[in-house]
């Protein structure tokens, strides 16, 4: 929505169509006359379009019957936001949005007004060089809707952000490897189990969870404990709960659960 946003801005009547209720599909079918690639994309959607339209003229959605031996894959089933967006879309799971940009801005002066966004000499080359990054990405698994309201454990939250990687046993690759934390002139091994229960509840608080937001986070932030030791490289959080905000920092030993005899 964002991209169609840019290249609607301003665009010249002539480009747009007088006629077209979709400007960004005039848009696509000018350039696909004078630029190949932006020509495969429209033959692309014009298919999809048509499956989408065939799908819909079936009884009950059942699918149309096809030939034995066929290998055309089952029409996709496309949501009513990528139908919308359907230019933008295929041209990004194609890989080739960025290309089909840094064209319009090439010859911007065909399809655009002076102060169009794509004209500028910094904004438009700017545009297409953002596209290059998420042109470069595989569109194999969209996220569903109810992605957005599943937050995941902290013991998974804990996994990815590891900082150095995992150092544990491999066997179990769902279970999150134990810390491992020695807690030096203890009393007895009550204490100390205590002390890696507290740790990891720590550890885990360094991360999203259902009690605290992570609002900011980063890693190898050096502290100086003492003005005769060496500075300490730790991990810096921000988290916010329903009254407070809280500054945590914990070194890197403690969190790669290779803390030892260290004091």
Same mark, same amino acid.
């Given at each position: 929505?964002?991209?169609?946003?840019?290249?609607?801005?301003?665009?010249?009547?002539?480009?747009?169509?007088? $006629?077209?209720?979709?400007?960004?599909?005039?848009?696509?079918?000018?350039?696909?006359?004078?630029?190949?690639?932006?020509?495969?994309?429209?033959?692309?959607?014009?298919?999809?379009?048509?499956?989408?339209?065939?799908?819909?003229?079936?009884?009950?959605?059942?699918?149309?019957?096809?030939?034995?031996?066929?290998?055309?894959?089952?029409?996709?089933?496309?949501?009513?936001?990528? &139908?919308?967006?359907?230019?933008?879309?295929?041209?990004?799971?194609?890989?080739?949005?960025?290309?089909?940009?840094?064209? &319009?801005?090439?010859?911007?002066?065909?399809?655009?007004?002076?102060?169009?966004?794509?004209?500028?000499?910094?904004?438009?080359?700017? $545009?297409?060089?953002?596209?290059?990054?998420?042109?470069?990405?595989?569109?194999?698994?969209?996220?569903?809707?109810?992605?957005?309201?599943?937050?995941?454990?902290?013991?998974?939250?804990?996994? @990815?952000? @590891?900082?150095?990687?995992?150092?544990?046993?491999?066997?179990?690759?769902?279970?999150?490897?134990?810390?491992? &934390?020695?807690?030096?002139?203890?009393?007895? *091994?009550?204490?100390?189990?205590?002390?890696?229960?507290?740790?990891?509840?720590?550890?885990? *608080?360094?991360?999203?969870?259902?009690?605290?937001? $992570?609002?900011?986070?980063?890693?190898?932030?050096?502290?100086?404990?003492?003005?005769?030791?060496?500075?300490?490289?730790?991990?810096?959080?921000?988290?916010? *709960?329903?009254?407070?905000?809280?500054?945590?920092?914990?070194?890197?030993?403690?969190?790669?659960?290779?803390?030892?005899? *260290?004091?």
């Amino acid at each position: 929505g964002v991209v169609e946003a840019c290249l609607l801005h301003m665009l010249k009547r002539r480009a747009a169509g007088f $006629l077209r209720t979709d400007k960004v599909a005039a848009l696509f079918t000018k350039v696909g006359k004078t630029y190949a690639v932006a020509g495969d994309i429209c033959k692309k959607v014009q298919e999809l379009q048509q499956q989408v339209e065939s799908r819909k003229n079936q009884p009950n959605g059942q699918e149309p019957l096809k030939r034995q031996g066929s290998t055309t894959s089952k029409t996709p089933v496309l949501t009513p936001q990528a &139908i919308k967006h359907i230019w933008v879309r295929t041209a990004l799971i194609e890989k080739v949005l960025d290309k089909i940009v840094q064209y &319009i801005v090439d010859n911007c002066s065909k399809y655009y007004e002076k102060e169009a966004l794509l004209a500028d000499p910094v904004c438009g080359p700017i $545009l297409a060089s953002l596209l290059v990054g998420p042109c470069a990405l595989e569109y194999t698994k969209l996220k569903t809707a109810d992605h957005y309201w599943t937050d995941p454990s902290a013991d998974e939250l804990v996994q @990815r952000h @590891r900082i150095h990687g995992v150092h544990g046993r491999q066997d179990s690759p769902s279970k999150r490897p134990a810390l491992g &934390i020695r807690k030096r002139h203890s009393s007895g *091994s009550t204490s100390e189990d205590r002390f890696a229960a507290s740790a990891r509840e720590y550890v885990e *608080s360094l991360h999203q969870n259902s009690r605290t937001h $992570l609002l900011y986070g980063k890693n190898n932030v050096l502290v100086q404990p003492k003005d005769d030791l060496e500075a300490i490289p730790g991990y810096l959080s921000l988290h916010q *709960s329903a009254d407070s905000l809280t500054l945590k920092w914990t070194p890197n030993q403690l969190m790669n659960g290779t803390l030892g005899d *260290s004091e």
